[in-house]
């Protein structure tokens, strides 16, 4: 059983900045890959970043390249988030991901059908 809570969203002007938190609940957390996605009202899903289980390897998409942040904390099994230089085009609900680790961050940001556990989203809303 594994279970994924996202939590940290909410309302910022532009420029602002967010950290996002996913808690997960179940056994070897450090033996899951952990991702971040976000889906906007009339466009694709899209997966933001990725970080692997203990070596720590991230990968991002390239349009929040720079200004987000992913990160983990194995002895509190949470993974974070953090926003910086937010843009209107982040506007999304924003939903954590994990798999085992079999699949590569490249493979898994690419397309969102690898991933086996959703949590349940938290919304970002960036506008003036």
């Known amino acids: 059983q594994v279970q994924l809570v996202e939590s940290g969203g909410g309302s910022v002007q532009p420029g602002g900045s967010l950290r996002l938190s996913c808690a997960f609940s179940?056994?070897?957390?450090?033996?899951?890959?952990i991702g971040w996605l976000r889906q906007a009202p009339g466009k694709k899903r899209e997966g933001v970043s990725c970080?692997?289980?203990?070596?720590?390897?991230?990968y991002y998409v390239d349009s929040v390249k720079g200004r987000f942040t992913i990160s983990r904390d194995n002895a509190k099994k949470t993974a974070y988030l953090e926003m910086n230089s937010l843009k209107p085009e982040d506007t999304a609900v924003y939903h954590c991901?994990?798999?085992?680790?079999?699949?590569?961050?490249?493979?898994?940001?690419?397309?969102?059908?690898?991933?086996?556990?959703w949590g349940q989203g938290t919304q970002v809303i960036v506008s003036s």
């Open positions: 991901t994990a798999v085992a680790d079999v699949w590569e961050c490249e493979s898994l940001i690419k397309n969102s059908g690898l991933w086996d556990y």
């Open positions: 970080i692997s289980t203990r070596d720590g390897n991230t």
């Open positions: 179940g056994t070897s957390f450090d033996y899951y890959v």
